[in-house]
């Protein structure tokens, strides 16, 4: 085994480990950690997989907004330190036999299929420039258009979010 | 990244995929689904990486995708949590079995 292969291995059971105690963790703010912690580790395998770029963008945008985000509606909403209920059984048994039957025919599926891995000799250059230049381009398969549309998205979310969470004007005046 | 085979990022990507599944049928609570959406949204985006890299690295289609999944992501979550907040706001609770009314 080389030192890539250990350091690959090590990372994805370090994620799956950290998944798994965000679903069966009963506080729910530690649940939130170790959603970052998960998260964290799928930005190590980008930084493996030299995509330097989505990397950054995972640890600013999930790290450092969504997980934060998420830690501030949990403290808005819970008492801290407070367990959630136990969940019941009639609840785990289908999600188990449906996610377990779900994920091992996902694997059997990919098992029997072949990929054609290096099959293109081009060489995988996902610099910052490529990407700004290809991101940005209207022809030759630009996503300029994509690129719009995700801007004007964020701006109704924006708005959308501040409209929803507002106090109504009546309530304000009673409070 | 030579040495490891494609197969075995998609199955690490598989397992978080359905262990975000498998959280978001037994959790009751309205933050701890939405933190299994993100589970599940970083399992594809680990998938959408590894075939640009693998199968078809001459275009940089799958890091776009990537890139929009995170955008849509960061909106839905903001989202999302405005309507929480509203709905703790009227019922003084974010358990999905209290909270059945969409009218108040």
Known sequence: MTLEQILFYTISGLVLFFAFMVIVCRRIFRSAIYLLFSLLGIAALYFMMDVEFIAAIQIIVYVGGIVVLIIFSIFLTHQVGEKMPKKLIKRIVPALILSLAGFLLTIDMLAHHNFNTGINPEKFNPTVENIGHQLLDYKNYGYVLPFEIISFLLLAALIGSIVIAIRPKQQQAKN | ?104
């Not at chain 2, 993100?38 to 990486?49: A, G």
Request: proline fraction near 2%.
């Open chain 2, 1 to 104: 990244m030579e040495g490891i085979p494609l197969l075995h990022i998609l199955i690490l990507s598989t397992a978080l995929f359905f262990i975000g599944i498998y959280g978001f049928f037994t959790r009751r609570n309205l933050i701890t689904m939405l933190i299994s959406i993100e589970l599940i949204l970083n399992s594809v985006n680990i998938n959408f990486v590894a075939f640009n890299k693998y199968l078809y690295p001459q275009q940089l289609e799958g890091i776009f995708f990537n890139i929009f999944i995170i955008a849509i992501a960061a909106a839905e979550v903001s989202l999302a949590i405005a309507i929480i907040i509203n709905l703790y706001r009227k019922f003084n609770t974010i358990d999905i079995e209290d909270t059945n009314t969409m009218k108040h």
